[in-house]
Structures are given as C-alpha cells and as structure tokens.
C-alpha cells in the first residue's frame, strides 16, 4: 500500500502562485508514477499534470500549460506541483495519486493510478 498526504493548497488571489506537495510512503518512490488531479465542485475529476519514476517525462492538460509545473524529489519521497498566474477557474480540490510501474506512457486517466490522496483545497479569488 502506498499512502499519499497533500498540503499546500489554501486561498489566492487571481494571478497568484502555490505549491503543492505530496509525501509518498509505503512503496519505493522510484518505482511508481504520479499524478496531480482536480475535482470542482458539479463537475467530474480531470487529469493536471503527471510524471514519471525519474523525472524526465511531465505532461500537462492544456488549460495549465505554461503556468504549473510537476517535479518529483525521489530523495524525499516527494512530488509537487508549483501553480503559477492562477485563475479562478484552477479553483478545485487537488488530488495526489501514483501508479506502480513504468508504462511507456504516462496515463492520464484516474482509473490507471492505483493510489490517492485525501485531497487538499486550493481556491482562486478573483
């Protein structure tokens, strides 16, 4: 079992930043892919970002294209999502969640991560 603890999330301001965290625990770190997810109130959960075991490969929905950014510290156990210029409609609870292997591509379905995260609320104020 792999747990996953976000943090980071709060209040801003339109045009504001915030990074998100994850912590991963219970499974080599190296060994799973990760993922960032939000989910607005009325609407369904949508892919954000993702990475893989090294680093080396990240993929973005384009709404967040330029302005986030998915890194991963696998000395920490750690994966974050740095928001930058955020807009009202990044408002969302932002889940965390990893996959075990390595897939030639990473997915950007919900249903191929393994593992979640409670979830942590981020809100942007116009």
């Known amino acids: 079992q792999v747990q996953l603890v976000e943090s980071g999330g709060g209040l801003v301001q339109a045009g504001g930043s915030l990074r998100l965290s994850c912590a991963a625990s219970?499974?080599?770190?190296?060994?799973?892919?990760m993922g960032w997810f939000r989910q607005a109130p009325g609407k369904e959960r949508e892919f954000v970002s993702n990475?893989?075991?090294?680093?080396?490969?990240?993929r973005y929905t384009d709404s967040v294209k330029g302005r986030f950014t998915i890194s991963r510290d696998n000395a920490k156990n750690t994966v974050y999502l740095q928001m930058n210029s955020l807009k009202p409609d990044d408002t969302a609870v932002y889940y965390c969640?990893?996959?075990?292997?390595?897939?030639?591509?990473?997915?950007?379905?919900?249903?191929?991560?393994?593992?979640w995260g409670q979830g942590t609320q981020v809100t942007v104020s116009s």
């Open positions: 969640a990893a996959g075990d292997g390595i897939p030639l591509t990473i997915p950007t379905t919900a249903r191929r991560y393994d593992y």
């Open positions: 219970g499974r080599t770190f190296s060994n799973l892919y």
């Open positions: 990475i893989n075991w090294s680093g080396g490969s990240t």
